[in-house]
């Protein structure tokens, strides 16, 4: 689902053909520009390599899945750890930039954990976004989070016990749930990957500052083609949080470019900004052509 080629890709394709002959005279890092084929087989050894666990779920929710990825060659050390959205789909567009480079050793190995939303879209909307039907399916779900699965990854699936090794993401309504629960426990995380934000209300700087996530690494991003619904065109939700965490002195990372609200664009532009995010190691070693061209992070 994630390597579907729409149309707005093809068109970005196409533009950075035009310049392949500058991109021939720099090289591209090894790992940095991965093809559909190649997506697809790291993919595949992505389910391989994650473990999916039933877990007592929010509360009057029921069972709730919960997946972990580790790379195979991290043996049994505690990991920095990504708290994604989704499942899966989170661990996709987390994961495949990053796998090939981790199993070199180019870059320090992390964990991903995926948590399953609810299946229907009015629902998974409810416990994302605080604010969407009033806020008890939010604070349900986020009590969850906090209270059972952090501690249950610390104590038993080697996620490292540190909130400087800790760490949250999301794309659309996932990225709204990751900004709120960051900025509300900032003291927990380390870093934040906010992928096109839809419903985030846009915050002072005073807030981000009482509340201590300006301390945190941010990645905001947002397409100026996704247009659909209370996503409002030219990234200007993105850029306005972007602006906003900036301007209260914290570390940001922000990708704007031509891409639509789609699970493709989010992994076309993680590499690079999960690496600067977790400091990995070089980001360069798995920053691509889009994310060259579209993102901008603090010297």
Not at 217 to 235: D, L, N, P, Q
Not at 240 to 267: D, F, N, Q, T
């Amino acid at each position: 689902m994630i390597d579907m080629l729409e149309p707005v890709m093809a068109r970005i394709i196409k533009k950075f053909l035009a310049s392949l002959v500058t991109l021939l005279l720099t090289p591209l890092p090894v790992f940095a520009d991965i093809t559909p084929d190649e997506a697809k087989i790291i993919r595949d050894e992505i389910e391989a390599e994650t473990r999916c666990y039933v877990s007592p779920g929010p509360e009057k929710v029921g069972p709730r899945a919960i997946c972990v990825w580790r790379p195979a060659n991290a043996g049994a050390d505690l990991l920095p750890t990504l708290y994604m959205a989704d499942g899966m789909i989170g661990i996709y567009v987390a994961a495949i930039p990053l796998k090939r480079a981790i199993e070199s050793g180019e870059l320090a190995p992390l964990m991903v954990i995926g948590l399953d939303p609810q299946a229907d879209p009015e629902e998974r909307a409810e416990e994302y976004v605080r604010h969407f039907h009033g806020p008890k399916s939010y604070e349900a779900h986020n009590r969850w989070f906090v209270d059972y699965v952090i501690p249950w990854a610390e104590g038993t699936r080697k996620a490292a016990p540190d909130p400087a090794k800790r760490y949250i993401g999301g794309f659309s309504n996932g990225a709204d749930w990751a900004t709120t629960t960051a900025a509300e426990h900032a003291d927990l995380f380390a870093g934040v990957l906010v992928h096109s934000p839809m419903m985030t209300k846009t915050k002072t700087v005073g807030y981000w500052q009482e509340t201590g996530a300006n301390t945190l690494r941010w990645v905001v991003s947002g397409g100026t083609e996704e247009i659909s619904g209370t996503i409002k065109k030219k990234a200007e939700l993105p850029k306005k949080l972007a602006s906003s965490m900036a301007a209260s002195g914290a570390p940001v990372r922000v990708c704007i470019g031509k891409w639509a609200h789609e699970p493709r664009a989010w992994r076309l532009i993680s590499g690079g900004s999960i690496t600067w995010m977790m400091q990995l190691g070089d980001p360069a070693v798995v920053t691509n052509s889009i994310e060259a061209k579209s993102c901008a992070s603090p010297s």
